[in-house]
């Protein structure tokens, strides 16, 4: 059996990942860091971030673009899958690149 990298730095993400979530949880409770926390400050802390997130999750953010709002300025290439184009927004004066897609099937015999 081949050796699996994927496997590998799964594991070491989901490690580093537990790391920076206990340094992030022991940083924004407060100024220093040093200080004991008690069960009751964590789980505190915890369930105020239960539920921001379920704020966040249950009213997602409106998208309200519309192609009209974009100005194509020109085709930065083209593939076998579709075209790509550079546009400019002219309310955030940012540019974008759009991505126009075709679809379809091969057969095989």
């Known amino acids: 059996m081949p050796f699996s990298s994927s496997k590998l730095l799964s594991n070491r993400f989901d490690i580093q990942s537990?790391?920076?979530r206990l340094l992030l949880l022991n940083t924004s409770m407060g100024q220093n860091a040093s200080v004991k926390r008690t069960a009751n400050d964590i789980q505190a802390f915890l369930d105020k971030e239960k539920e921001k997130f379920i704020e966040k999750y249950e009213s997602p953010m409106r998208?309200?673009?519309?192609?009209?709002?974009?100005?194509l300025i020109r085709t930065i290439g083209t593939g076998s899958f579709g075209k790509r184009k550079?546009?400019?927004k002219s309310k955030s004066l940012s540019y974008f690149v759009f991505s126009r897609t075709s679809t379809f099937s091969y057969t095989s015999n």
């Open 18 to 20: 537990k790391k920076q």
């Open 86 to 88: 550079k546009s400019f």
């Open 63 to 71: 998208q309200n673009a519309q192609l009209d709002d974009f100005e």
